[in-house]
């Protein structure tokens, strides 16, 4: 089994909320990422987790919050988010970091009013 | 740090033909190298990856090549078909990231 599921599929917020992605996988992978992906581009990275901790933050706004409760789980906690921050949010997973196949969630649609 | 970039960034070809996207990197030291498939509200799907000890690798329709002089890879679909219809990745890793191409829209037309 190579998925990786993500919730919620479609999230609607404002300026204002708080809400949270989730995103998990059951393939024993030790290193989990979050990718940016805006429209007709390639997935931009966001954080890395290895055994997790975080690795890697590719300078991201402190607006976005990552959280890795467990080997399996991987949250993706937003704040004050800008309507710019509107995009395609993909979990991916992978054995170990980046020299092995990384497998993607499908993706939440974020839409920022 | 590496550089990918992709080749075409829209391919249209009939049903049954062939369908080549080429890829160039900068990092000689990068050693792995995916190719993803993103269909219209879906995550990139691996289809075929290939490691630097070898020059290419098959899988029914799909190869892909790697010529690690020229520090170019290539994808090439054979016999396409409208469900091939997508947009394709390729990527490399650099350091600590995995940097992907621009990507390239496949059409297929029956």
């Known amino acids: 089994d190579t998925e990786v599921t993500q919730t919620p599929k479609h999230l609607v917020m404002g300026m204002t909320n708080k809400k949270s992605l989730k995103c998990e996988q059951h393939m024993g992978h030790r290193a989990m990422y979050w990718y940016k992906q805006k429209a007709k581009k390639p997935p931009e990275l966001m954080f890395v987790y290895s055994y997790e901790k975080l690795s890697i933050n590719e300078s991201v706004p402190s607006r976005f919050s990552p959280e890795c409760p467990n080997s399996s789980l991987l949250n993706l906690h937003l704040h004050a988010l800008q309507p710019e921050d509107s995009a395609l949010y993909l979990c991916a997973s992978s054995q170990v970091e980046f020299t092995d196949t990384q497998y993607f969630g499908p993706g939440t649609r974020l839409t920022v009013l | 740090g590496e550089n990918v970039e992709q080749h075409p960034s829209t391919l249209s070809v009939q049903e049954g033909d062939s369908a080549v996207i080429k890829c160039t990197y900068s990092d000689s030291a990068s050693n792995y190298f995916p190719w993803y498939k993103q269909e219209l509200g879906k995550g990139p799907q691996l289809i075929i990856d290939?490691?630097?000890?070898?020059g290419e690798k098959k899988d029914q329709r799909i190869a892909v090549t790697l010529n690690k002089t020229a520090k170019h890879f290539s994808l090439h679909i054979t016999e396409t078909q409208p469900e091939d219809s997508a947009v394709y990745f390729c990527?490399?890793?650099?350091?600590?990231?995995?940097?992907f191409g621009k990507g390239t829209t496949l059409s297929v037309s029956s």
């Open positions: 290939i490691r630097s000890n070898v």
């Open positions: 990527a490399a890793p650099a350091g600590t990231a995995l940097i």
